[in-house]
Nanobody, 123 residues
Framework: QVQLVESGGGLVQAGGSLRLSCAAS????????MGWFRQAPGKEREFVAA????????AYADAVKGRFTISGDSAKNTVYLQMNSLKPADTAVYYC????????????????WGQGTQVTVSS
């Protein structure tokens, strides 16, 4: 099993930055792919970014390319999502997800999920 805990959400002004963290436990970090998804009120949960802890097979949603960066720290079993140039449209609950194998971009491919962390971007 894999347990995931997100942190780092909060309120930020448009144009600002936040860094989200997702700590994984239960299985070796090197064998799993980690992804970030987000869900705004009344919207479907959508893919944001994903990576292996080594940084290979990295993927980003078009809406966040050039602004968000996903990275991993194998020593801490933690994946980060650095979010820069935030927009009000980025407001959502951000969820960490994990799966065994390569990175994927659809939520149905991820078995393990965290509880989410709220990100609110004000104009």
């Amino acid at each position: 099993q894999v347990q995931l805990v997100e942190s780092g959400g909060g309120l930020v002004q448009a144009g600002g930055s936040l860094r989200l963290s997702c700590a994984a436990s239960g299985r070796t970090f090197s064998t799993i792919a980690m992804g970030w998804f987000r869900q705004a009120p009344g919207k479907e949960r959508e893919f944001v970014a994903a990576t292996k802890w080594s940084g290979i097979n990295t993927a980003y949603a078009d809406a966040v390319k050039g602004r968000f960066t996903i990275s991993g720290d194998s020593a801490k079993n933690t994946v980060y999502l650095q979010m820069n140039s935030l927009k009000p449209a980025d407001t959502a609950v951000y969820y960490c997800a994990a799966r065994f194998g390569l990175v994927q971009t659809t939520r149905d491919q991820y078995k393990y999920w965290g509880q989410g962390t709220q990100v609110t971007v004000s104009s």
